[in-house]
């Protein structure tokens, strides 16, 4: 292949149409978990997350309701991946070893953001939400019915395999992605380029701006006990249940079941199977959707 503008502008619309081809092939579960915030800034602050805001009574004045009550902030992260192509290779035209790269380019860009949201879904139970404890915590503190000092749980611990039940249906998900720049296919590939000049290699590659935090950790639970009806049961309770400062209910219903790839068989029969494991009518079926999710293995 000759050097020159002509061929140099096809190539890198070659490279780019295998990078959207790889974009498209990659998997969009974060979606399901997830409000996606778009950020100006490099550190956004979520002072709000520490106030549910109730409807009272308007007796007198009004009250206003201070939704500033947590410093939790999410700081912006750099993501790049980058390819280089040898101008050799260009020259012999050996470009078809090129073409599944940029596709997979593409698939690795495209599912970061399942990659970063899963992962710190995972980490929740070593990790803190607004509140300063972690986000899958045994007490997380709460402002009680008669103006005392409480604790409530989102978790009930143990060792397994961690599987989560959710409510995504409120405005506000569990997770929260902040972007300030989403991944955008930029190249160096011009002949005056130092890369190009100096060390004979076209550049191609594609960034971002984002990071991943948490919501409202009362719409969620934590397990890492057995996924079966018992632990199911109390999971399921205790998010229904869940309430806010002053002892007001939430509404919650979980509707989620989220498990990696070893919990599948256990999510698909408690949510699927007619009968329980005893034989008896499993009333668990139907309550919540299963997703399976590798980026949880």
Known sequence: MLINST?????RVGFKTSFQGGLGQ??????????????????????????????REWIGARVVQNLSLSDYSIKEKALE?????DRDDIETDNLGIYAPLFTEMGSSTGSTWDRLVFGALKAGFTTNCYDGQYFFDTDHPVILEDGSLGTVANTDGGSGSPWFLLD???????MILQKRKDFEFVSKD?????NVFNN??????????????????????????????????????ALSGMKGDHGRPLGLTPNLLVVPPSLESAGRKLLNSENGSGGETNEWKGTAELLVTPWLA
């Open 7 to 11: 061929n140099l502008d096809a190539l």
């Open 26 to 55: 990659a998997t969009s579960q974060y979606q399901r978990i997830t409000t996606v915030v778009t950020s100006t800034q490099k550190e956004q602050k979520y002072g709000w997350l520490g106030k549910i805001p109730n409807v």
């Open 81 to 85: 991946l980058t390819l280089g192509v």
């Open 168 to 174: 995504v249906t409120r405005a506000l998900k569990p």
């Open 190 to 194: 011009k002949l005056t380029d130092e």
């Open 200 to 237: 004979k290699e076209f550049i191609y590659g594609a960034d971002a701006r984002a990071n991943v935090g948490y919501g409202f950790w009362q719409f969620a639970w934590g397990s890492k006990q057995p996924l079966n009806a018992t632990n199911y049961a109390t999971a399921r309770a």
